[in-house]
């Protein structure tokens, strides 16, 4: 672990990831959003805000960007694909609306 930023509804770590046989080293980031509420049992339960998730759409694509990164953004949820197709929707409309103002 590089370094740790806790935001209000996300926290923003910084990985440096070793390949000792390879003698190469990756900086991975990894955004966790942490206001979902409830579990895989409670269909339809949805954050009370989208400011939140919001946020932590607009702060990857921004240190996307700033990084020059070019691939894909991995995107994970603990309970299924529901949560990670909100993110990839979201992200999508948000490039969206700032490409066509």
Do not use: M
């Not at 935001?7 to 991975?28: D, G």
């Not at 694509?61 to 070019?70: K, N, P």
């Not at 490039?95 to 103002?101: T, V």
């Amino acid at each position: 672990l590089v370094s740790r930023e806790s935001r209000v509804s996300y926290i923003k770590r910084e990985f440096k990831v070793c390949n000792t046989k390879a003698r190469e080293e990756v900086n991975l980031t990894h955004f966790f959003y942490n206001e979902w509420p409830g579990t895989s049992d409670e269909n339809g339960a949805v954050p009370s805000s989208t400011h939140g998730l919001l946020g932590l759409v607009e702060h990857a694509l921004a240190h996307q960007e700033e990084a020059s990164l070019t691939g894909p953004i991995a995107v994970h949820d603990r309970y299924g694909s529901d949560r990670s197709s909100l993110y990839v929707g979201l992200s999508v409309l948000v490039q969206q609306i700032k490409r066509e103002g």
